[in-house]
Each structure stands twice: as C-alpha cells, then as structure tokens.
C-alpha cells in the first residue's frame, strides 16, 4: 500500500492525498491551491495525478483550500462518489457553486485584457456546469459511519472539531496479511471553540498524516478573541472609524457573529451596527440552522435565544446596491466580508475605501498565506495593489489569531501523543511552521517525516 503526498504538503493550500491499496485509489481532498496568480493557474489545472485513476474521494470539509478544486475532477471526467459529512456536503454546494462563479468571472475579466492583446482566450479553470457535476457525486455519511472501497479498504469519518461537518478519516486497511491503520488529521481543530465540539483522537495509529500550519505558534485562549475584538471595536469607533473584518464565509463568520452577539447579550458591548457583507456568508450561516445537531452542547443551551431570530443591529447584505451604500457610508459600522485572505470578494471594495482611513480598523481573523493581498497588508508592505490601483496603508492593523479553527503548536503536540502513532507525516504548513513542529515531536521521541509534494511513501 502507498501514500501519495500530492498536495498541500509544504504549504496551507491545495491539499491532496491520495491513499492506494487493495487495487483501489482514493482521494483524499482535492484543494485548491491559492497564492501567486500564475502559479495557482498553472497548479490547479494541471493535476498531478491521473483522474481516470481514482476510485472514490474522502472529504474532509468545506474550505476551498480542500475541496475547491473537486470541480476539476469532473472536467476530466470523474464520476465516483465523493464521500463527506452530510454538512460538508450542504456546504460545498454553496462553495463550490460560488468558486465556480469566481473562476468564471476571473477568466471573463483577464479577457477583456487579453482581447485588447489579441491573444487566446483565457478558459476559466472549471465552469458552474462542472462544479452542479461534482455536486452531483456527493454521498453524505454521518460521524461514526464507515464507507468500504474493498471488503479490506474502508474510511470512518469522526469530527475533526475544525469547522461546520469537518472530519478527520481513519483508514483502515488489510493487505498482504498486513493490517494498517492511517488517520488523516487535516484541517485540525481546537478544544472549547465557541460553536462546534472538541477534535476526535485517533488512536492506536500505525501512521497519522497531521497539519502543521501553526507547527511553532501558539493562539490565545479562544475565550480572550472576543475580548480582543470587543476592545477593537470600542477605540474604533470612538474615533468614529470602521472594523473591517476579512473573513472566511465559512464558520469565522458566524464564530464572529456569535461572539458579538454573545457581548451584547452579556452587556459587555452596546448594541452596534453590524453587516455581513457577503451572499455566500449568508447562505453558510443559513445552513448552521439546518445542521443545528452538527453544533456543540454549550452553543446549543445558549443558541436556543441565539436561534433564527436575528436581532435588529445585525445586517445581512444581499444586493450590490446595499453593499455600494454600505462601503461609500461613512458611519462607524462593524464590516464582515469575504474572502478570507482578500483575493476575492466584496473585502476588496471595502478595503479599496478604507484602507488608507487612520479611523478604521483592518482584522485578521484567520491564516494568511503567503502571497495573498491579506499577507502583505498583514506585513505592512508598501505596494498594496487593489484591482489595479496602489494604496497607502492607513488604517489599523490588528491580527485575532484566538479566533483560528487550527490547532496550536501545543494542541498539535498533544494530538501527535494521544495518537501513539507509529509514524507521523507532517504535512500542510509552510516550511517553517512544519521543520519548527518536526524537531519539537522528534524531541519527544516520536518518528516524524516530513515528505516532499509529489513524494509516494510504501508501506
Ligand atoms: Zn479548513
């Protein structure tokens, strides 16, 4: 049996895995891979692997950098099931029918360029038909249930505690009179994240394949983030300015919302004027409402008040026209918007207005690659080019890593531990954070690799 390091290896985007045995391969994630523009086309379309040569794919959630590029499949031809929780599965029909969109508009926009060049048209990297396709394979399970590939070959999907449906796979695998058990453990959760329950440990591995993106970081206590973000918004608008909030549709916008709902509640903040601004956002947060028993005990004592009415300070922005009013408005207002890392999305336009304002508040609430518009307004760097245009850096900068859905150096140490893993790969994280984890899981006696992208290990 072989482990396929396609993906996603050295760095927090494009994961792909891909686990052979028994005569059968399966998938595990087929993200999208995000950073400079020419590299990701190029990454993205041309998939280092043999479509026709996949079997089944596992799920592991609905982020993009882990399911985006599903649609790719389906434009070479792929039409086996694609397992995931049935969350995940809810979920990734609104990312990906969105991704598509993006791809399209992407594609049409590089077009009206080119067309002056009188170059080829550029093809957008999969369309919306692809992605209504792949949508289309899906195969929702549960947690705790096991799907087979072979009688010897089978995956049992448990919560990853990292976002909405997220989970972590144990394969189980008997070959060669061989038994083998792998756990795959990316995206990783925390313990005591406010909406969903603590990360499952698997255990008894002979091999545990783990993330390592904050492989030397350490996050403040998830329960300090909304005290952080409280004290933002006060100063900001005592000097009358915006919070801007780059944030994934998915799951930091309603961890967000409940957090701000939480302070109102609690007294701890004036009601205040709060906009999601972000169709996709919206229809995320609709499905926390559908998939109500997915979420974690403590939320749903307190949820019950939280529930679907959404109280009067709280906006969700829809039409074009409203999101122009609210990015030309002056007025002090807490801004929600996607995308996370601002390569997309309605952020732009908010940023594009206020990004040079000394009033206004920029915070980060999740990772920022490298490469992204959200890393170099993160570092500071000079040359911030929004749709073209160059901006000087005015506004605040703040970073709330309290509010990451990753696990920590020290939970990710914990994790490697319980597993009492024979073997331990360290994947998705960029050099840095991934060598830093290596030596610290080495220094407690564990046997660590750490593969390279496109690296088969045989076991
Ligand atoms: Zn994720």
New binding site residues.
Partial sequence: MRLHFVGGIDTVTGSQHIIEANGKRVLRDCGLFQGRRKEAAARNRDLNFDVDSIDAVVLS?A?V??CGNLPTLTRFGYDNPVYATSATEALCEIMLRDAAHIQEQDAAYLNQKTNRKGLDPIVPLYTTEDAEAIIGCFQGVEYGATVGFTKDFSARFEDAG??LGSSVTVFNIHENGRAFKIGYAL?LGRRDLPLIRDPYIMQNLDVLVMESTYGSRKHGDANNASEQLREIIVKTFERGGKVLIPSFALERTQEILYDLYSLVEEKKLEPLPVYVDSPMANAVTRVFFEKWDYLDEHFMKRGKRYGPNIPHWMHFVSGVQESKNLTASKEPAVVIAASGMCEHGRILHHLKHGIEDPKNSIVFVGYQAAHTLGRRILEKQKDIRIFGDEFQLGAEIHVANAFS?HADRDDLIEYALESKADKIFLVHGEEKEREALAKTLRNEKLNVFTPTAGEVVEL
């Fill in positions: 959630h982020h950098d882990h990292h976002i995206d859905a």
